[in-house]
């Protein structure tokens, strides 16, 4: 799925820089694609299924926390406070999962990883599982991976995007900091 780093983005330009640095920002994106780097265990004969496979811990709600933690400790190198550091970096890496219990291929996700090794899928599942290889989602399956992903998840966080953007200069021209009062 390269839809992934669209989360961070979405609340990165939606909440402006002087909440999230693009530093930050940067590594968020990262972090949103983070879990899937799991696939190298494809290439130790890992098995699919393992706690160490695709869609396992690097998918879990544990290593998003693990992954959040690093904006706490490099806040300042991140060029935010630690509570933002956290946010972004935990959001962007749970979203991953989130994102993938809605497609409608693989074993599922090992959200809570390592109290329960259990695969979950969502009930409403409306992407479509994207392959694995670049080769594959150059393909006329891998058009429909994206047209799914623009419909169910492009096109709605563009819009609620788009409504926190301007909900956000709202505020700042009504604010009385904004009116050099």
């Not at 002087?18 to 130790?44: E, G, M, T």
């Not at 496979?53 to 992954?67: L, W």
């Not at 959040?68 to 406070?81: D, E, K, Q, T, Y």
């Amino acid at each position: 799925m390269i839809t992934h780093p669209i989360i961070p983005l979405v609340l990165g330009c939606s909440l402006g820089l002087r909440v999230i640095s693009v530093r930050l920002l940067s590594v968020a994106c990262v972090a949103s694609i983070l879990p899937d780097f799991d696939i190298i265990a494809f290439q130790f004969d890992i098995p699919y299924a393992s706690d160490y496979g695709h869609r396992g811990f690097t998918h879990s709600i544990t290593f998003a926390v693990m992954v959040g933690m690093v904006g706490i400790l490099f806040h300042r190198a991140l060029r935010c406070n630690r509570w933002i550091g956290f946010s972004l970096l935990f959001i962007a890496t749970v979203s991953h999962g989130i994102l993938d219990a809605l497609t409608n291929g693989g074993l599922g996700i090992a959200f809570y990883w390592p109290l329960d090794s259990t695969r979950y899928f969502f009930p409403w599942q409306p992407l479509e599982v994207s392959p694995i290889g670049i080769r594959r989602f150059l393909s006329g399956r891998g058009f429909e991976v994206v047209r799914s992903e623009f419909l169910w998840v492009w096109l709605p966080l563009f819009t609620l995007g788009l409504l926190m953007y301007a909900m956000r200069r709202r505020f700042q021209r009504s604010s009385p900091s904004s009116t050099g009062t």
